[in-house]
């Protein structure tokens, strides 16, 4: 998950990395994408367990763009 990605990359850069908050920026941006074509699918996908797959995805997504947000306000 992202924690765990950003956690990595503090270990090298500092927090006032521009590097960093590129790459966090970018992260929130391909993530939010991400979930918009989930949730786009998810009232045609063709049973409910796909939806429940696409909607846990959809989860897993918030949770990492909600870590790439709050990195990206500490860096502020």
Known sequence: MLWFRVDMV????????PVLERVLEWTV????A???QLMEWLPVA????DQRALLGRAQSLILEL??????LVKMQ
Do not use: N
Request: hydrophobic content about 35%.
């Open 66 to 71: 909600e870590g790439a947000l709050d990195e």
């Open 29 to 32: 941006a391909r993530d939010a």
């Open 10 to 17: 503090e270990k090298f850069l500092e927090a006032d990395d």
């Open 34 to 36: 991400d979930v918009k």
């Open 46 to 49: 063709a049973s409910r367990r």
